[in-house]
């Protein structure tokens, strides 16, 4: 290997792997530490051991004491507000965003502006004074106060316009000719071509309602209705938590997006690419 | 997408104007009707508060108009001046580091790292990681007394560090833990934007004898400056809203020096009760936001849409 090529990939492949280590490490030590007995997790530290990082005994001890203080019923919570919020803001979205895009009207310009600037401003930016009004309607824990707010979101009708406008006219006026409502286009035409973009526009959704603290913490109080990071976030503020069980909780919910981005990354980075480059 | 599409629908945008008045009143209410949820929601979690958050900001607790009683108030405590400082700060430091190192990244993954589909994926799982779960494993991590990263420093020889416990590190610590799940998503943006540049350009660089960081500096990263620039913006919004860690851990402490806007408005809220305040606080962070969206919103312009 000359000199040269040794240089193009070496340095390269050293960098990314050195950056790769070091955002992995906490990712290993969070795994390492869910399934050992909680004294473990500490025992090795003073001095540093080897078995600070090489478990020693293997347990399922947290997962389980972690599921008997209702953890079970806070990840199902997530998951089914995720996954509404995916499934009602991808129709909604797409339908704003095929408004925006293969109909002509007088002002489209101007309303796509408005529409998307809107949801661009982070919706926790107002959250704390809106969620007093919530509560007050009398919405506080329920499931449509934790969907609502996340549903429609200015980065997914940005996506899907755009791949919609580079859909061909001629399938849409063809179709017209031929009698079809615009609904039909959009149902039998649009939304079929765009298995792409609307996967990453899911993904993105997905992803904001899955991290989401302020808002769930803002608007629920019972134990049932509660969403996993609060739940698992409020064992901090007691004296004498148990770190075994923060970190299985912790696992539970960075494996699940895990599971759901890896897979469809292409499709993540693809809806990335069609975002924020000009 | 091919850029020759962007042709067909440039061109057919014109053809296909609407042409009789029937038809286009008949395409504004189909429009309306496609838009309405979307519009709906708007207003109701837009729009709605961002109105009733002005209002409430010129007024008292008890409903009084106050005229800018609560703004003079809020400006002139040093409260919200110290959190208005910590927020700075904070977005000072964590925006360049988080930036730098993912477009260090991006460059490592484009600029034939062996597999790069690898690195890419390894990358996206802490971008998955939600913040709190970040907070909870660096915040146990950081204790002074049983923490790991204490221990491993003890154990290369450096002194025990204070972490999320002393008004001077407190900040820090929090720019690690909010880093740990923005780089790699940053590194995203950056690596669609640098396969963007046209590779003959870097070619024929080479061939007029610029070495790497000519290249880089002259040529990829004026190229790709509307990335960056989305980048930069996209993450500033993310930061100055940051909450979790510090509601989780920190508590705006030790000596207010991560009491950012955020949590200092959670505070009037919930703790003080001073919801004049808090809706005043608000608005002034609604202003800022707005204002740095649209500047967001003009690096997401694409060609085909400009007025």
Known sequence: ?278 | MPVSNEAVSGRTKHSSAPRSPSKVTQNLLAAILFLAPAILLMFLFRLVPIATVAWDSFRSSAGQWVGLENFVFLLGSPSFRDSLSATLIFNLIVNPIQIALAFLLALAIVDGARRPGLWQSLNLMPVAVPLAVSAIVWGVAMRPDSGILNSLLAAVGLPNQAWLTSPEQALWSIVLIASWVGVGYWALFLVAGLHQVDHSLLEAAKIDGAGYLRTLFSIRIPLIRGTLGFVLVADTVVNLLLFAPVQMLTRGGPEGSTSFVMFDIYRNAFVFRDLPLAAAETFLLVLIVTAIVALQFRFMKPEGAKK
Request: glycine share 6%; no cysteine.
């Open chain 1, 1 to 278: 290997m000359s000199l040269r090529k040794l240089t193009r990939n070496f340095i390269p492949t050293v960098v990314a792997a050195f950056i790769t280590l070091v955002f992995m490490l906490p990712l290993l030590w969070l795994v390492i530490s869910a399934f050992r007995p909680e004294e473990d997790i500490f025992r090795y530290l003073s001095p540093f051991e080897s078995q600070a990082i090489i478990p020693s005994r293997v347990t399922l001890d947290n997962f389980v004491a972690l599921f008997a203080t209702g953890f079970g019923r806070q990840i199902f919570n997530s998951i089914f507000v995720a996954l509404a919020a995916v499934a009602i803001g991808l129709f909604l979205n797409s339908l704003a965003a095929f408004a925006l895009s293969a109909i002509e009207f007088r002002g489209r310009g101007v309303v796509f502006s408005a529409v998307v600037l809107s949801f661009l401003i982070p919706f926790e930016s107002i959250a704390i004074p809106l969620s007093d009004g919530v509560r007050a309607l009398g919405l506080g824990d329920t499931y449509f106060a934790l969907i609502a707010p996340g549903v429609a979101n200015g980065f997914a009708i940005f996506l899907l316009r755009q791949f919609f406008l580079e859909v061909p006219k001629d399938l849409a006026e063809a179709a017209r000719m031929d009698g079809a409502s615009l609904w039909r286009i959009y149902w039998s035409i649009y939304l079929p071509l765009s298995k792409a973009p609307m996967i990453g526009a899911g993904l993105m959704i997905f992803l904001f309602q899955w991290s989401a603290y302020l808002w769930p913490l803002l608007v629920t109080n019972s134990p049932s209705m509660k969403l996993a990071p609060i739940a698992l976030a409020q064992f901090l503020g007691e004296r004498n938590f148990d770190a075994g069980q923060m970190f299985a909780g912790g696992l539970v919910l960075a494996i699940i997006p895990i599971l759901v981005i890896v897979p469809l990354q292409r499709y993540f980075t693809r809806s990335v690419a069609m975002t924020g480059v000009k």
